[in-house]
Every structure is written in C-alpha cells, then in structure tokens.
C-alpha cells in the first residue's frame, strides 16, 4: 500500500528520463536489494535528510554519467545500480551516512544470514 508521499515520488518519475521500470504498470524489480534501495531513498527524503527532488536530479545525473561511458544498447544497463549510486551520493552529501558507514554497512549486511532471506524476497511491488 502507498501512502501518499510514496505515491507522489513513484508518480513524479512517470514518463521521464529516471522513470523507475514496470510490469503491468506496477513498479517492479528484479532483485531484492532493488526494492530495499527504492523504499530507502523514499523513507530518508520523507525523514526530511533531502528533497525528493534532489535525489531525482542526482539519479538523473548518474544515469548520464552511464550514458557518456556506454553504448545506449549496452546489455551491463542496470537501472538501480544507477539508482543506488545516486542514494549512496545523497545519502553522503546529506549528512545521513557517511562513505565509510556505508561500505561497513555493506559489508555486515553481505556477512549475514538475513542476506540470504533476502534473496527470496517477492520482486513486484503492490
């Protein structure tokens, strides 16, 4: 279920450049880590850590620096790899972590059993 402002960040991309991908019109992911990274970057702009917006250009901005080192028919495209490489650069430059507690976090997280779990997660989001 979508609350509102879940709803204005996944409607606000509709159409453009950054336009998250679906299936039969509902957001969908093809890894758990995926859904785990949109949820992330909603929660912290909804905490008040950044404007929407500002993640919105930053994604923007990652997904161009992919496109200037790529062909545009490059089968290595990953959406969210863009997508959490922008989240990681707010998430910085907005003071909630810091380069170092994400590589840490990273690597707690890749070491646990809850990694496992994970990868049996459902891929589409209601």
Request: glycine share 6%; aromatic share 14%.
């Amino acid at each position: 279920m979508q609350l509102r402002f879940e709803h204005f960040a996944a409607t606000s991309m509709l159409g453009a450049k950054d336009s998250p991908p679906r299936n039969n019109g509902k957001l969908y992911f093809d890894r758990w880590w995926e859904r785990q990274a949109f949820g992330i970057a909603i929660a912290l702009s909804k905490k008040g850590h950044y404007e929407w917006e500002d993640f919105r250009q930053g994604l923007i901005a990652s997904i161009g620096e992919w496109e200037k080192t790529h062909e545009i028919d490059d089968s290595s495209w990953n959406y969210y790899e863009q997508f959490l490489l922008a989240l990681e650069r707010l998430a910085v430059t907005s003071g909630a972590l810091s380069s170092e507690e994400i590589e840490q976090r990273i690597s707690d997280f890749s070491q646990s059993d809850a990694c496992k779990v994970h990868e049996q997660l459902p891929t589409q989001f209601e």
